[in-house]
């Protein structure tokens, strides 16, 4: 069991055409506002239950990390990017969309913030889950 602490912003995949997790799918995490001193990207790949669980700094060792960032007193506005193009390519469907970006809006940071997302090749919703 790993004694890592959760990070503030998760987020999972549901892949609707087979009603099972979205495992290996590139998501990068950016801070768009306030803009930090650096460009504050994060990245991970789900895991086979479609989550991620941990993130790391795009960029060079001036990141700050994200629980870091997240405590910054300002609201923030965040997005989530999920590189599905080669997901759906290897199951040998030519999706519509070939990223999915979903920004949205931390206000509280007493909270945690997950993101599910309810994929399809030709449509997904998302909703702010717990």
Same mark, same amino acid.
């Given at each position: ?6 990070? !503030? &912003?998760?987020?999972? %995949?549901? /892949?609707?055409? &087979? @009603?099972? !997790?979205?495992?290996?799918? !590139?998501?990068? *995490?950016? *801070? ?9 990207? =994060?990245?991970? %790949? ?10 790391? !700094? ?5 990141? #700050? /990390?994200?629980?870091? *960032? =997240? ?8 997005? *989530? ?6 997901? =759906?390519?290897?199951?040998? %469907?030519?999706?519509?969309? #070939? ?5 949205? %809006?931390?206000?509280?940071? /007493?909270?945690?913030?997950?993101? #599910?997302?309810?994929? @399809? #090749? =030709? ?8």
């Amino acid at each position: 069991m790993s004694t890592a602490a959760r990070p !503030p &912003i998760t987020c999972h %995949v549901l /892949d609707t055409t &087979i @009603g099972r !997790p979205g495992a290996n799918i !590139p998501v990068t *995490l950016t *801070l768009v506002s306030p803009p930090a001193a650096a460009i504050a990207s =994060f990245a991970s %790949v789900t895991n086979s239950d479609g989550r991620v669980t941990a993130w790391k !700094p795009l960029s060079d060792s001036q990141t #700050p /990390d994200l629980a870091t *960032l =997240f405590r910054e007193p300002a609201e923030q506005a965040w997005a *989530l990017k999920f590189d599905t193009l080669q997901y =759906f390519k290897e199951k040998g %469907v030519d999706a519509f969309f #070939p990223e999915v970006e979903i920004k949205f %809006v931390v206000r509280s940071k /007493d909270e945690h913030y997950h993101v #599910p997302v309810l994929l @399809g #090749p =030709f449509g997904y919703t998302t909703y702010r889950g717990s």
